[in-house]
């Protein structure tokens, strides 16, 4: 068995989140398997005896982390794993479920086929952003999903420029733009008009938001391309850059972001019929299977 020490992460206050946990440990234990709880989940249901561990503590020693909540909660622990590139997998108590595609109800014989051998995983590369401001680092952060700079407080575009590789781009009036991998192609760069790119490909898109010019469109690049957004005039501190969503740094007019391929990424596992067309059709609610497909 490849996976012999368990890491469990889960959110807190998510429905079902306490019996899910305990129903996750009796099919682990089952299988002989030591499993370790974030300590932020033993302290929080303490009459169920979780053993505990801290964060750092699971990436260091785990062979398999498991999130218990939604893309969100995945999101989370995957920019801190992702240095020990660790395989993950997720279990899905939110509402899209792209990168937590285990279902509670499906919990049990999902993960005993992945137990013994029978799974997929795929490799996802992260993001490094850091914002350099007279030359230093005021602000840093990983991202699995996307760097997205944007207009706040203020109903004002911001105007920025964005150079690739040492090669000057466009400068643009924008709301802002997405700096998006893959995976994080189904997210906010898809409601702002972006491609969705197959998960494996090594490939960034540049998404901008409610630009001024009309035929600005979405740009895909190489992902070890070196990308920087200079930040001409933001009225004062109408900018901000978020990783995932999840960190918010504020800009300033002449701060550079420059955002890099680092050497982490996040080994996703997956059940053994995971197809990511599947996946695509039943979170998007594209059209149903041809017939004949239905009729296999």
């Not at 999130?67 to 590139?85: E, I």
């Not at 590369?125 to 203020?154: P, T």
């Not at 000057?168 to 760069?189: E, L, W």
Request: glycine share 8%; aromatic share 8%.
């Amino acid at each position: 068995m490849k996976f012999n020490k368990i890491g469990v992460i889960g959110k807190f206050g998510v429905r079902n989140i306490e019996s899910t946990l305990i129903s996750l440990r009796s099919i682990l234990e089952q299988e002989k398997l030591e499993v370790l709880f974030e300590d932020e989940i033993s302290n929080l249901y303490p009459e169920q005896n979780f053993t505990a561990a801290d964060r750092l503590y699971l990436a260091e020693y785990c062979d398999l982390v498991i999130v218990v909540g939604g893309d969100g909660s995945f999101l989370d622990a995957a920019r801190f794993m992702a240095p020990w590139k660790k395989p993950m997998l997720g279990i899905n108590l939110g509402r899209l479920g792209f990168l937590t595609d285990i279902a509670p109800e499906s919990m049990h014989d999902s993960l005993k086929a992945i137990l013994h051998g029978e799974y997929k995983s795929d490799v996802r590369f992260v993001l490094q952003c850091k914002i350099l401001r007279e030359g230093k680092v005021v602000g840093q952060g990983l991202a699995m999903n996307d760097v997205v700079l944007h207009k706040w407080k203020s109903a004002r575009m911001i105007e920025f420029e964005t150079i690739i590789d040492g090669e000057f781009v466009n400068t643009q009036r924008a709301d802002g733009v997405i700096v998006s991998t893959p995976t994080g192609s189904t997210a906010y760069a898809l409601s702002g008009g972006g491609p969705i790119l197959e998960p494996s490909l090594e490939a960034l898109t540049l998404v901008s938001i409610c630009p001024h010019t009309l035929s600005n469109r979405p740009l895909v690049v190489r992902s070890d391309k070196n990308i920087e957004i200079v930040l001409i005039d933001n009225n004062s501190e109408s900018a901000q850059i978020t990783c995932d969503g999840q960190i918010n740094m504020p800009g300033l007019a002449g701060d550079v972001i420059e955002i890099t391929r680092p050497d982490y990424y996040v080994e996703l596992i997956h059940p053994k019929k995971h197809e990511v067309f599947e996946v695509l059709r039943a979170k998007l609610g594209w059209s149903d299977l041809p017939k004949q497909l239905k009729d296999r």
